[in-house]
């Protein structure tokens, strides 16, 4: 079995684990006991009380102090975390930190901007985004050589933001860090407004 076939089959076992998990989450969310959203007696339907504030705007740095983090799933990406933390500093004057995602600590997650780049199969930060359906980057979407920028509100309600930078595969990331890049350029202030840019892969584009 070749390499890239080794990599296929590996990309659709984490997948079919990562749909397993979904699942089953649901069925524990809306469960009679969960306490999080109860059906309503009467319909069936789960009532959602209180929604949650949207934090539309990301800072990524505040005065002269980095107030965001660089999070890279491995080795291969780290030149392109670089690239995100040069035109920071070219826009801000300060030094966002880099650091691999699986040093990542609970409390800088959940207190500073991260910026995530990857999909579903090489980066477990963008495995836990996707198994919260919050972002959808994986080897079908958005395709060969897209990408996405976007910004993903609150996940862990917190009330701090991920910018996420995604592909189906390196060329599509590293588009997507050039595309974040330029939009940085123009960040003077050190915070972003909402980001939602897709653009399709040629075989996704035709499936869509």
Same mark, same amino acid.
């Given at each position: 079995m070749s390499d890239s076939q080794r990599?296929?089959?590996s990309g659709a076992r984490r997948l079919c684990r990562v749909m397993l998990v979904t699942v089953a989450g649901l069925l524990i969310l809306t469960g009679p006991e969960s306490g999080v959203a109860k059906p309503s007696q009467e319909s069936g339907m789960v009532s959602i009380e209180q929604l949650k504030p949207m934090r539309l705007e990301t800072p990524i740095v505040r005065g002269d102090r980095p107030v965001a983090v660089i999070a890279?799933? =491995?080795d291969s990406y780290a030149e392109l975390a670089r690239s995100v933390q040069k035109a920071v500093?070219?826009?801000t004057g300060v030094s966002l930190p880099v650091v691999v995602e699986d040093e990542l600590t609970e409390e800088a997650r959940r207190s500073r901007t991260v910026i995530a780049?990857?999909?579903l199969?090489?980066?477990r930060f963008a495995e836990r985004l996707y198994r919260m359906n919050y972002v959808h980057a994986d080897v079908r979407y958005p395709g060969v050589g897209g990408f996405v920028v976007r910004t993903v509100h609150d996940p862990w309600g917190? =009330?701090?933001n991920v910018l996420f930078?995604?592909?189906s595969d390196r060329e599509g990331v590293a588009r997507a860090v050039a595309r974040f890049s330029e939009i940085v350029t123009d960040?003077?202030?050190g915070t972003l407004p909402q980001l939602l840019e897709v653009q399709f892969g040629e075989t996704t584009r035709d499936e869509w």
């Open positions: 990599n296929l089959t890279v799933p =491995g500093l070219a826009a780049m990857g999909n199969m090489i980066s917190s =009330g701090s930078l995604g592909g960040c003077r202030s």
